[in-house]
């Protein structure tokens, strides 16, 4: 019979499939103590299920390619490290040999056990690592039961289909997109997960927050999944099927519009040019850009050279990667960011302390880039040897105080004395700008344009700094919300100083390519936007509808709004 499930929209689109039920926190576990003669076939058995395990991610990581291999690498190596984790291990063979517990019900108490630590955590985004804990667990009891369940080898070949899952990771949703998977449905889960984001990029519509999808929704049920509208339908009705077969059209004929806006400026009704820039890492998603008319790349994120890589990349290979970025835009202006690992992002080389208490607050982005002068040089010539082949600026990352500018720029005039002596050309200037995404560099963003060209406002982790809430964790969802006052005026703040300054200011977070918040950000000012390149189209065309100068009126309602409830209200005055 026709029932609704709802939840929050974190990618629109509608889908049409049937239901493959992933239930992570099912362990099906036999807790008959073993014998003693079972001990070694046992533990045999786990290590088998652990090279499973580990074989997969392998093979994921060969499968995916280009933005997707980017965006989900850092995933994979989270996974990997902690399937290889010495602690994890010992336990586990500990239980098995000393406890005589079965593999499966050892996997179950060290996930407990790892789950109970994290939970314990004061830190929002330590404590939803825990998710981590249970997708690598889980894939471990999956390969366990492979061998020997074939149910378990066909619920592994969910393509094609609808997932109905409590979360996805990054990972497992790239895979299962190139194989034909229509949607999700998550019964948990945030709009501003990476996963939600990644699907956005994906165009794969999504679900989040259908508080009963599993327990109501089985294997094989036909569902429409219908993100327009925040819902999805078991057991569809012809009415239903006929609404999905209209959206269909209307997409077609969308896109068809969509695409005829490549080669058309970017302006409002008013006669106001905007920029729009593309956030990028590969050769796809350079093509990409320049197919969709993007003006430059705001954002190129050098860190995932560097996390594909078990040892660090050499300056010749950070070079050609710049170099190719630099030719690949065609003369268009490159915004390349320094190194920006730490909190969710470890290296396999080491740069990264490990065992920081809050790694989220800790040594990462230009703070761990300073903490290795001679990591961050190599890159620093890589840079700069890039930038004769086309116009380039260099964005840094968590920069908190003018300090930390500084000695970025001494370290450049060092690297460029040191080339120049090598006789090798170099670009006469080259722009140097911070990203504002720490409180307190908002705040004081004027010291900070004393000595940056130009700035670019990351508002996923201002939000979640600012408002002490992780974007991916949905018990958080009334608090992370880019529309709170607190967020709205530091943004406003930024993007005003920028414009006394005499100065370019960017906007590179989710919101950016968000056509939702478009209207919003032109009134607070903004005129140059950087996002994933799949959104160009979509907010180039927002854009031909809106009139800036009767947006700009808005602003001082905008920041004198008390409650993201009245910013919102005032969004919607705007049409967004």
Not at 150 to 173: F, N, Q, S, W
Request: with cysteine; net charge neutral.
């Amino acid at each position: 019979m026709r029932h609704l499930l709802f939840g929050t929209s974190a990618s629109r689109g509608m889908a049409l499939g049937r239901a493959r039920l992933v239930q992570p926190s099912r362990y099906l576990v036999d807790t008959r103590p073993l014998a003693e003669e079972e001990v070694e076939a046992e533990l045999a058995r786990l290590h088998r299920a652990l090279d499973t395990a580990r074989l997969e991610l392998r093979e994921l990581r060969g499968k995916l390619h280009g933005a997707l291999a980017r965006e989900v690498n850092e995933f994979i190596d989270a996974h990997s490290l902690l399937l290889d984790d010495p602690e994890l291990l010992r336990g586990l063979d500990d239980l098995v040999r000393i406890g005589h517990y079965r593999p499966g019900a050892a996997l179950k108490k060290q996930r407990d056990r790892l789950a109970a630590v994290f939970e314990a955590m004061d830190d929002p985004y330590l404590r939803s690592r825990k998710e981590d804990v249970d997708q690598v667990i889980n894939r471990v009891i999956s390969a366990l039961q492979r061998q020997t369940s074939r149910e378990e080898r066909k619920l592994a070949a969910r393509v094609g289909e609808i997932l109905i899952a409590d979360t996805i990771a990054p990972a497992d949703m790239a895979h299962l997109a190139g194989n034909g998977l229509l949607g999700v449905v998550a019964s948990s889960g945030s709009a501003y997960s990476h996963s939600a984001i990644l699907a956005r990029s994906l165009d794969l519509p999504m679900l989040v927050g259908a508080r009963d999808a599993l327990s109501t929704i089985h294997d094989d049920d036909l569902i429409l999944l219908d993100a327009e509208r925040g819902e999805a339908v078991v057991h569809p009705t012809a009415q239903d099927l006929a609404r999905y077969r209209a959206w269909q059209r209307e997409a077609q004929l969308e896109g068809r519009r969509l695409a005829s806006l490549a080669n058309a400026p970017t302006r409002t009704t008013d006669g106001v040019d905007i920029r729009l820039l593309a956030n990028a890492e590969t050769p796809t998603d350079i093509a990409m850009a320049r197919a969709r008319g993007a003006d430059g790349v705001g954002l190129y994120r050098t860190e995932f050279l560097f996390l594909r890589h078990k040892d660090l990349p050499s300056e010749d290979e950070q070079f050609i990667a710049y170099r190719d970025l630099v030719l690949g835009m065609g003369g268009q202006p490159v915004t390349i960011r320094t190194l920006d690992l730490g909190a969710d992002k470890a290296d396999a080389a080491g740069l990264v302390l490990r065992g920081e208490e809050n790694p989220a607050l800790g040594v990462r982005g230009v703070r761990l880039s300073l903490r290795h002068p001679a990591v961050f040089t190599t890159q620093i010539r890589a840079i700069l040897r890039a930038a004769c082949y086309g116009p380039v600026r260099v964005l840094v990352p968590m920069v908190t105080q003018p300090d930390e500018l500084i000695a970025v720029r001494t370290l450049f005039k060092l690297a460029r004395q040191d080339l120049k002596r090598e006789n090798i050309d170099l670009p006469e200037k080259l722009p140097l700008g911070a990203m504002i995404e720490v409180p307190a560099a908002a705040i004081n963003v004027r010291s900070l344009l004393d000595h940056a060209d130009f700035l670019a406002i990351g508002t996923n982790d201002l939000a979640q700094y600012v408002l002490a809430a992780d974007r991916g964790n949905d018990a958080l969802d009334n608090i992370y919300n880019p529309l709170q006052p607190a967020l709205l005026r530091l943004i406003s703040h930024v993007i005003s100083a920028g414009r006394r300054a005499r100065k370019p200011v960017s906007l590179c977070g989710e919101i950016g390519g968000d056509t939702k918040f478009t209207g919003l950000l032109m009134a607070l000012g903004l005129t140059e936007f950087s996002m994933h390149s799949s959104q160009l189209l979509h907010v180039r065309d927002r854009i031909a509808q809106l009139d800036y100068h009767e947006l700009r009126r808005m602003a001082p309602s905008i920041i004198r709004a008390r409650t993201h409830e009245e910013a919102e209200a005032l969004l919607a005055s705007v049409g967004g």
